[in-house]
């Protein structure tokens, strides 16, 4: 079966002075329909940058590869077909809710836009609207619908983004960092709530988050992104029991654990690179604490291992020598 979403040497450059800073370079992956793939990587990776492209939310982009949703190339819509793919194929939910709701606007109204831009009638929006809170968990949600986004909480905003992404009917969601600052008992409300939605509907999913630690119970697929490249990627399982990267190993063992008592998380050295001032060789060669010289002047290929592929000159010796 062809994927749901193929995403091919993806390259995104934003503008810097007179010129061009490429923030991702050379990206593949896949999503099949009603997979789970989760994107992870510290803050500046190029996750959210990848997820703004496979939208083409942001004009200011230079975005080079392919990105084929459903077997369309979506770098060759129009304007008018993308604004058709956006929310009846493709569902987004932001990391801040209160910058994705209109703050005067009526939150069923919003969750009712959604269908009223795609010609569904005024009555027919709003009675879907309400019925999706509902099935979303807020409570008395026909009266509720009335209210305004400062009326919420931050988890019941995520609701009504949640309801806007999927008011629509997609196929995909793309959920980009969608329990940021959120207390640990709302975050996993609002992926019990995205993983329901996904499993009634029969959605494909793209998750998008920096922590580690919300993956284990949600992805099937993990893709691990540094430096604007995936380092690694595999079956969730493989990742988390035998990560082949220095950088995975070393997010995983960020990661709190209830079996494990200890008095400091071990922290990975240093900070991501700019774009601007990435590293030669494999961008992660200055924080790692096993490169090899060969890792200082050449960036490794990403490669198949094992049930999944990485980029690492390291693990590509180790598998040599097994």
């Known amino acids: 079966m062809k994927p749901l979403l193929e995403v091919r040497a993806l390259t995104i450059d934003v503008p810097k002075g007179e010129g061009w800073m490429r923030v991702v370079d ?13 994107l992870v990587g510290e803050s500046g990776s190029g996750k959210s940058m990848t997820a703004r ?43 801040d809710p209160m910058a994705s709701l209109d703050p ?11 269908l009223r831009i795609r010609g569904v009638g005024r009555a027919e929006a709003h009675a879907r609207a309400v ?15 009335g209210a305004y986004p400062h009326e919420f909480s931050g988890g019941m905003r995520q609701r009504v983004v949640l309801a806007m992404a999927l008011v629509a009917g997609p196929k995909l969601l793309v959920a980009d960092e969608p329990t940021t600052a959120l207390d640990a008992r709302i ?34 697929r993990v893709l691990v992104m540094y430096s604007g490249r995936i380092v ?18 070393g997010l995983i063992a960020a990661v709190p654990r209830a079996d494990m008592r200890v008095d400091r998380l071990p922290p990975i050295d240093g900070a991501p690179p700019s774009p601007a001032r990435r590293p030669s060789g494999c961008a992660f060669h200055p924080r790692c604490p096993v490169r090899l010289p060969v890792c200082v ?4 290929q990403l490669r198949p291992s094992g049930g999944g592929s990485v980029a690492c000159h390291l693990a590509a010796a180790e598998e040599a020598m097994a």
Do not use: K, W
Not at 71 to 90: D, F, K, Y
Not at 131 to 145: F, M, P, Q, T
């Open 187 to 220: 975050q996993q409300q609002v992926l019990d709530l995205i993983d329901d939605a996904a499993a009634d509907r029969g959605l494909g999913v793209l998750l998008i988050t920096h922590n580690l630690g919300i993956v284990a119970g949600f992805a099937d």
């Open 131 to 145: 019925a999706i809170l509902a099935e979303l968990g807020v409570r008395d949600a026909a009266s509720r619908s």
């Open 232 to 249: 690694e990627e595999g079956p969730v399982e493989q990742i988390f029991a035998a990560p082949a990267h220095p950088y995975t190993r």
């Open 297 to 300: 002047m050449t960036a490794p």
């Open 104 to 114: 005067f606007m009526r939150v069923g109204d919003q969750v009712a836009e959604v």
């Open 53 to 95: 492209a496979l939208m083409r939310l942001d004009d200011a982009l230079r975005i080079g590869g392919a990105i084929r949703f459903a077997g369309e190339e979506v770098l060759g819509c129009t304007e008018a077909e993308m604004r058709a793919l956006r929310g009846s194929g493709i569902g987004m939910v932001f990391q």
């Open 26 to 38: 050379g990206v593949d992956f896949s999503i099949g329909a009603g997979e789970r793939v989760a």
